[in-house]
């Protein structure tokens, strides 16, 4: 049977380390060597032990490969230093998590100036994330002890690879009080005003995006974990500085400056939408509205964002009314002189998200500044942007299914006042129905004149008479 013959043929891995003159990078043009670093082969793993070795490893993925090599091979070694470094094995992790100086070798990393590599720094990310999730302990003490590590996040931020690794170090750490010391440290360090300073219209784009990234998922992480540990005996540091009145002011005025910035403004108003989320939304561009009078949300939209938000709805107004200036865009069938724009479609979401929080004071702001009608008129005139169509959906259908009262009780017609302005502004201001109306008509004589056009409006019309009928 075929079982008698020894068909094994041993790694060529294993004959290399019987030599005693064998280099790391002999071992490394192996195209074995990491699948028997992942198995654990003991004569590999102890060579990779030495510490020369390790330094070499961790060498290879903070310092720039020499410029004369061959692009096809240049990131060869820091790509596979990387995999073997974090292949899991706990003898490699034990060693780089306790050994300083090989520590202090990756830290060097961050020392290097702005921009730094992406692909080195995607390594460097890599390797530190996996030893903050096997040995919390060391590396955080090890952290700690560096005065500038937060300094040296802020400066690279704009690389995706470290705002990756700082919301590891938010969400990899496991023991309960190591973690609340991580939260407070970071608190101390005053990361959250940091990364709102970064939203700025004097920084660029990748800053933008990354702080304002780093911020969103802050809020998530910290509302998962309250949410999962009901009686935690400490809030969460980092959420509760940033609901703070000052700093949602800071992270507001730093956008409404004389020179309008797009990215600044877009990235500022996905911070406040993750802060006004009550649950996440099943998916993108939808919110899942719950039956008048209930509520399933965990929890609920801290006041004073609200009033941080309402303080500055009519600079929001008046984005709607002029946007950032955007090119001209030609498209097939026409030229869009402005188009929407990404300003003006989150302007949107945001007074979406705050009509689903039903606010008396906010409703009254929308209506004396006639937010509704200027929404609208970007809906009949932006015949085929199905993005802003949708959001716009989405405060109409807010608005219909409002909770209210129909009784004839005057008290009741007083507590159920604030309730119903917006619904009285939406059809006897905003006249929706008579605009609905003539768009439809103006799209059936194109369509009777051969046009074609899509009947854009129709599923609107269809969805929100239905849920209005409904609610009354």
């Known amino acids: ?65 020499p410029q004369d090599m061959d692009e096809k091979i240049r990131y060869k070694y820091p790509n596979l230093s990387c995999e073997l470094l974090t292949s899991d094995v706990s003898q490699i992790n034990d060693r780089l998590g306790e050994d300083e100086s090989l520590l202090k070798r990756l830290y060097s990393f961050l020392l290097n100036d702005s921009p730094l590599n992406p692909l080195l720094a995607s390594f460097f990310s890599k390797v530190l994330s996996i030893l903050i999730s096997r040995k919390p302990e060391q590396i955080v003490a090890f952290l700690k002890k560096k005065d500038d590590f937060v300094d040296l996040i802020i400066k690279h931020i704009g690389t995706s690879a470290i705002m990756d690794l700082l919301l590891r170090l938010l969400t990899c750490i496991e023991p309960p009080q190591l973690r609340q010391d991580v939260l407070n440290w970071l608190n101390e360090e005053k990361i959250i005003q940091r990364l ?69 403004i877009v990235s500022a108003i996905q911070i406040l939408l993750t802060l006004l989320e009550t649950r996440r939304p099943a998916f993108e561009g939808h919110i ?60 949107i979401r945001l007074i979406a998200s705050l009509l689903q929080t039903n606010t008396h004071s906010i409703n009254i702001e929308l209506i004396e500044l006639n937010t509704i009608g200027v929404i609208l008129d970007m809906f009949f005139k932006y015949t085929w942007n199905n993005f802003l169509h949708t959001q716009v959906e989405i405060c109409i259908a807010l608005i219909l299914a409002s909770p209210g009262d129909s009784t004839d009780s005057l008290i009741s017609e007083q507590n159920s006042a ?11 201001k905003c006249h929706l129905i008579d605009r609905i109306l003539e768009a439809w008509a103006l799209n059936e004589k194109r369509q009777s004149e051969g046009g074609g056009e899509k009947m854009w409006i129709h599923g609107t019309l269809n969805k929100n008479s239905k849920l209005h009928s409904s609610q009354h």
Request: glycine share 2%; with cysteine.
């Open 1 to 65: 049977m075929f079982w008698k013959f020894d068909l094994h043929s041993s790694s060529h891995i294993d004959t290399l380390l019987e030599r005693d003159e064998v280099t790391l990078k002999e071992l490394m043009d192996e195209e074995d060597i990491l699948q028997e670093c992942k198995a654990q082969n003991r004569k590999l793993v102890e060579f990779l032990l030495k510490s020369e070795c390790l330094e070499d490893l961790v060498t290879y993925i903070t310092e720039e490969p």
């Open 196 to 264: 709102v300073e970064l939203v700025h219209p004097s920084q660029d784009e990748d800053r933008h995006s990354n702080a304002s990234q780093s911020l969103c998922e802050i809020i998530r992480l910290s509302r998962d974990q309250l949410l999962q540990v009901q009686n935690s005996p400490e809030p969460d540091p980092l959420l509760a500085t940033l609901e703070k009145q000052e700093i949602l002011e800071q992270l507001l005025s730093n956008i409404f400056l004389k020179e309008k910035n797009e990215s600044a």
């Open 288 to 347: 899942d509205l719950c039956p008048p009078g209930l509520n399933h949300s965990a929890f609920s939209v801290n006041k004073t964002v609200l009033t941080a938000i309402q303080e500055k709805l009519p600079s929001f107004h008046q984005l709607l009314l002029d946007p950032p200036k955007t090119d001209v865009m030609k498209t097939t069938w026409g030229v869009l002189d402005p188009p929407v724009g990404n300003t003006r479609l989150h302007v």
């Open 418 to 428: 604030g309730e119903h302005i917006l619904l009285r502004h939406l059809f006897l």
